[in-house]
């Protein structure tokens, strides 16, 4: 039986660069902080060893990994963590040689207290071993394993927590798109109303609706943030923010002081096909950028491509439909999610187990869904969006340069948005009936492409653009 994976799930408000190599191993020490409270050995101990393995050491560096992992185990909460606190928590961890374990007691800390290996794990790519001594003494030992979007798992437990769905629990127990479908075509009703009644199970239609809001004016502020931050971002590559030049040229009057006054100001613009284009690539590029500096956005399904859900849906916001409000908002967000949450049951959403058509492709899936809804479309003209927008991210690998969520990563959310509003109009266009390929299909070939892909081009920084492109050329 198929597990229940809810929209809270799959869109996570949580701190840049990368869900599974950031938020995962964030989550994993809170994780392991809580096991040894449970296990009454947290005031025991009096050193920690961190051993990274596979994906999470190869690109840790260029993903900020050893930089959660601390401030997971300093007690700090990615969704909640003013931005502006984080350089300070590492300077004075790095200059003590200490750190304030869960906020509660201090203990040493060293530059070697966190350990890379090149070693994989056999359970999964992105593996991390917690480790806790007293007097010398190894009295914890705890494996994780980040499997992207902020998804974290043991290898004996990793279902322990998950609800298994079924008719006593959900009125509507989902494993592929087929089911969802029928679904849908028995009960006449849309998507979102569907994944809406399954939430509704766990929880109350109030509390969806505030955590709706909070995802969406993450994603909105976020925009508003790149939009209105210009100079470089940090890690190396001296890459020039791209979103707050963009931005001036297109909106031309920057009087503006709030979210609210910036999309009437957006929706007086011209909106020509051109102009189109660039709103579209500079609402994208602005969350990655942000994503890039270490801020925060939201997994959508994942940090590397939390771009691509919020440019399309800001698209219909101010070019598609200037009545819309947050009923809109909120399918959108709805059927992202359920689209999401299929590719993660039958395939992968993590870059180092199928390259970044597991990121990338199932965000552009998911966006051309949710959009193809908002413009009236059936449900099965929602799932053949999503289909049509994954079958031409097939292949597409993951190889970042010096392992940093920017190149090739940032341009790719602006590619995958504008391909994710293609794909809605050509389904919108299209009798599903006539169509070759269904949803599931596409899912089943974009695993097997997963597994048939070189490690390579997993989120390893080892092939492709990564080893190809010098530093000189950036």
């Known amino acids: ?139 914890s030992t705890q494996t994780y394993y980040s499997i992207g979007g902020g998804f974290i798992v043991q290898e004996d437990d990793h279902l322990e927590k998950e609800i298994e769905i079924n008719k006593k629990n959900f009125p509507y127990p989902i494993n592929r798109a ?84 910036w999309i009437a100001a957006i929706r007086s613009t011209e909106v020509k096909f051109r102009e189109i284009l660039k709103w579209v690539s500079c609402f994208a590029l602005s969350v990655n950028e942000v994503n890039a500096a270490l801020g925060r956005v939201v997994t959508a399904p994942t940090n590397g491509s939390a771009g691509v859900i919020p440019a399309v849906l800001m698209y219909y916001l101010v070019i598609e439909n200037h009545e819309a409000d947050f009923n809109h908002i909120k399918k959108f967000l709805l059927t992202a999610g359920e689209i999401g949450s299929i590719f993660k049951k039958n395939a992968t959403i993590s870059a180092a187990m199928g390259g970044c058509q597991a990121e990338i492709g199932v965000s552009s899936a998911m966006a051309a869904a949710a959009l193809t809804e908002l413009l009236g479309g059936t449900p099965a003209q929602v799932l053949s969006a999503a289909e049509i927008a994954m079958e031409h991210h097939l292949g597409l690998t993951c190889d970042p340069i010096r392992g940093l969520v920017q190149v090739p990563c940032i341009e790719r959310n602006s590619m995958g948005a504008i391909k994710a509003i293609h794909a809605a109009e050509i389904a919108l266009e299209t009798d599903p009936k006539e169509c070759l390929v269904h949803l599931d299909n596409v899912i089943d070939t974009m695993w097997e492409t997963a597994k048939d892909m070189h490690k390579n081009y997993k989120e390893t920084s080892e092939g492709g653009l990564a080893v190809n492109v010098g530093l000189a050329d950036c």
């Open 1 to 139: 039986m198929s597990q229940f994976i809810s929209v809270f799930d799959m869109l996570k408000i949580g701190v840049g660069p990368s869900s599974s190599h950031t938020l995962g191993p964030w989550r994993a020490a809170e994780k392991w902080i809580q096991k040894l409270k449970e296990n009454e050995k947290f005031h025991l101990i009096d050193a920690i060893q961190v051993d990274l393995y596979g994906s999470l050491s190869l690109t840790g560096k260029g993903h900020a990994t050893d930089l959660a992992i601390q401030l997971g185990l300093s007690g700090a909460d990615p969704e909640y963590l003013p931005i502006e606190d984080i350089p300070d928590i590492i300077e004075k961890i790095k200059s003590t040689a200490h750190i304030f374990l869960n906020n509660e007691k201090s203990i040493p800390f060293y530059s070697t207290s966190i350990a890379f290996n090149r070693e994989f794990l056999p359970f999964h790519a992105n593996g991390i071993r917690f480790r806790g001594f007293l007097n010398e003494e190894e009295i």
């Open 178 to 261: 087929i089911q969802l479908e029928e679904y849908c075509e028995r009960d006449n009703i849309a998507i979102s109303e569907l994944v809406f009644l399954n939430e509704l199970e766990l929880n109350s239609a109030e509390f969806i609706d505030t955590e709706l809001h909070r995802i969406w004016d993450t994603m909105l502020t976020c925009m508003f943030t790149g939009c209105h931050t210009e100079g470089r971002l940090p890690g190396g590559l001296n890459v020039k923010r791209r979103a707050f030049d963009t931005h001036q040229k297109l909106i031309k009057d920057t009087s503006y002081t709030n979210t609210k006054e």
